[in-house]
């Protein structure tokens, strides 16, 4: 069955940047929205991002105006670009996505709800 699989997490210096991908494991019709999602240890998993099927994201407050999320319908691929991160923004991230099958999928609103796996991002100071 398909996944959501990410990539693109690592270690980075305080000030740096890293972009995560999150990619359906095969060919579907499409994902209405997308989403990212981070936990950091010892805390609740906290919403990050989203991005609609037309395009309109929205941002948490801790990092709007440094994130950007961003999607390849085509590839079925949704982005996050992490510019000047901050030893708080160390966490698990995570991927979500509403996915479309078919495209009776679609006219009946049906989707599956899939999250990645996550990727760890370690900022360091």
């Known amino acids: 069955q398909v996944q959501l699989v990410e990539s693109g997490g690592g270690l980075v210096q305080a000030g740096g940047s890293l972009r995560l991908s999150c990619a359906a494991s095969r060919s579907i019709f499409s994902i209405n929205t997308m989403d990212w999602y981070r936990q950091a240890p010892g805390k609740q998993r906290e919403f990050i991002a989203t991005i609609t099927s037309g395009g309109s994201s929205n941002y948490a407050d801790s990092v709007k105006g440094r994130f950007t999320i961003s999607r390849d319908n085509a590839k079925n691929t949704v982005y996050l670009q992490m510019m000047s991160l901050k030893p708080e923004d160390t966490a698990v991230y995570y991927c979500?996505?509403?996915?479309?099958?078919?495209?009776?999928?679609?006219?009946?609103?049906?989707?599956?709800?899939?999250w990645g796996q996550g990727t760890l991002v370690t900022v360091s100071s």
């Open positions: 979500h996505g509403r996915l479309h099958m078919t495209y009776a999928d679609v006219v009946n609103n049906r989707y599956l709800e899939l």
